[in-house]
């Protein structure tokens, strides 16, 4: 009689934001909270999607935005999180 052998690999993923100069803490509307804010292109490089993506994924609720005084984008790292969790970003899982 033969042995079988399996093996079980149980992964984890840290995702780890730097926030880049213009970026910080900030009050998301939509959250009701002082999060983390990260501009778009930090967004798109945590979900792996095209940079161009981010708008669609604002327009939808996936995630929340505020705008600076100098007209700046910026994106809530608490919906990012959750985007990046959550399988159904079907929109555009294309690599930058």
Same mark, same amino acid.
């Given at each position: 009689?033969?042995? $079988?052998?399996?093996?079980?690999? @149980?992964? $984890? ?21 002082? &999060? ?9 490089? &945590? ?44 929109? @555009?899982?294309? $690599?930058?």
């Amino acid at each position: 009689m033969a042995n $079988r052998t399996t093996i079980e690999i @149980y992964t $984890r993923q840290k995702t780890f934001l730097h926030p880049l100069f213009g970026a910080g803490p900030a009050f998301c509307p939509q959250c009701q909270a002082e &999060v983390m804010m990260v501009t778009p292109e930090s967004a798109a490089a &945590v979900l792996q999607i095209a940079w161009h993506a981010i708008p669609d994924l604002i327009e939808s609720g996936q995630l929340h935005k505020i705008e600076t005084q100098a007209n700046s984008l910026l994106i809530c790292s608490n919906s990012l999180f959750i985007a990046a969790a959550d399988n159904e970003l079907d929109l @555009y899982w294309k $690599r930058p």
